[in-house]
């Protein structure tokens, strides 16, 4: 058997997510689904780096499977690409060391969250950013978002009830910009690693500071306090994209 | 009765283009069907400047309507957006004249259209943008959109058998410009008035010079020769967005 590592982006709108499940349509299931086809019939099963949720976009991320024998990468790229449904594109196939593993390899994510400040908003948009019609002070944000830069302890940001113990991660990047010609706030967050629905509580917080119905210093107290009552609301997923994963040499 | 212009725009891609028609979702059907409702169930004919195409969107459409009575705008535009489809938005509304009409009074249209030169196409912008993979020389298409600014004779960049007779146009603006960090290719048209698929048949000219399968000059013999045949495909219609009208004062 030969491992494959492939980068593949999809428009999350129609899936319930990456991960299989059961009467759902997923990333995963379509992606074994083509590849199946590919391998004369015979079952290959997908990895994938981030379990994205219902929703959720992805430009940048990673999976590995295996196939008999050994095949051109840009042929098998192309096959996975055009057979695969027309929300998930296959960017690039590179053929790796058997043990490879997409989620286990050390690695940065980056995601990015889009906001649309419109008022009112883009329809254009509506799939693919978060709609906030109301006051933001850009400077307070970022103010804020920086002092999530650094080895926390995230509890205050993921959701309860996760099965995770160890929720130290580390951020090495955390900015929010204003695209003011496409009525966008972009922001961005790459770590070696997040916890569930931890990006999107995060920007919820974010958020409710730019509107003032929290202060600056509020993220501090999170991480510290380690209590996600003091959070703000989770944002909705549409916003949300896994944008690039990036393997340690 | 008290005239109201309004500025809406709209995602294209679940539309049957703007103008009513039997058994097929449209644009100014939606509109009629929300304002008969804020209209104590009287009919309300709305009238639009432009008459988009089957899956083509608008930022900047505008429509004019009539009314009993005398209502705060603002109101009555929030109203009209909030009541309207999620594919609908109403950006703006204001009163004018009694005789105003936003078809014939006096304006120019800016229109855009999108083109995803990303290998493979970005799964985020297959409804919003046309997908072109293969090679193109911008300086070529520049070279060749600077022909059609001018007062020209349309007919070969038009569809066959349209019943408008004065096919003469005046383009006062033609530019392409690329956002690499898109990955985008950016039309930009701005005019007295477009014939009908006018805008698509000059982006399929144009990129067909852009890959080289057209001289520069077929632009040129194209308004000379006043010939449909001599002229690219039609571009498809996700890719068109009538982004502004402007009426003279």
Excluded: W
């Excluded at 840009?74 to 996975?80: I, N, Y």
């Excluded at 204003?178 to 997040?194: A, C, E, Q, V």
Aim: net charge neutral; hydrophobic share 35%.
């Amino acid at each position: 058997m030969t491992r494959y590592k492939a980068i593949i982006s999809y428009d999350g709108y129609d899936f319930s997510g990456f991960q299989r499940q059961p009467h759902a349509r997923t990333v995963q299931e379509e992606l074994e689904r083509t590849l199946q086809r590919l391998n004369s019939g015979q079952e290959v099963v997908v990895h994938g780096a981030g379990r994205t949720d219902s929703g959720v976009h992805a430009y940048g991320q990673v999976v590995h499977f295996d196939l008999p024998g050994s095949r051109d990468v840009e042929k098998l790229r192309f096959a996975l690409d055009t057979q695969s449904p027309e929300d998930i594109d296959v960017v690039a196939v590179e053929q790796v060391a058997d043990d490879f593993h997409c989620r286990y390899a050390k690695h940065q994510k980056t995601y990015e969250f889009l906001v649309d400040i419109g008022r009112p908003k883009n329809p254009m948009m509506r799939r693919y950013a978060t709609h906030f019609p109301y006051d933001l002070e850009l400077e307070q944000m970022q103010k804020a978002i920086s002092t999530l830069v650094g080895t926390h302890d995230f509890t205050g940001f993921t959701a309860s009830g996760t099965a995770v113990e160890d929720k130290v991660r580390t951020i090495t990047e955390a900015r929010v910009e204003l695209d003011g010609k496409r009525n966008l706030l972009i922001f961005t967050f790459t770590g070696n690693g997040f916890l569930y629905k931890q990006v999107r509580n995060m920007v919820g917080t974010l958020l409710k500071i730019g509107n003032n119905r929290m202060p600056v210093d509020q993220v501090e107290r999170i991480l510290q306090e380690k209590n996600r009552q003091l959070a703000g609301p989770t944002a909705a997923p549409n916003g949300l994209y896994l944008k690039e994963i990036r393997y340690d040499e």
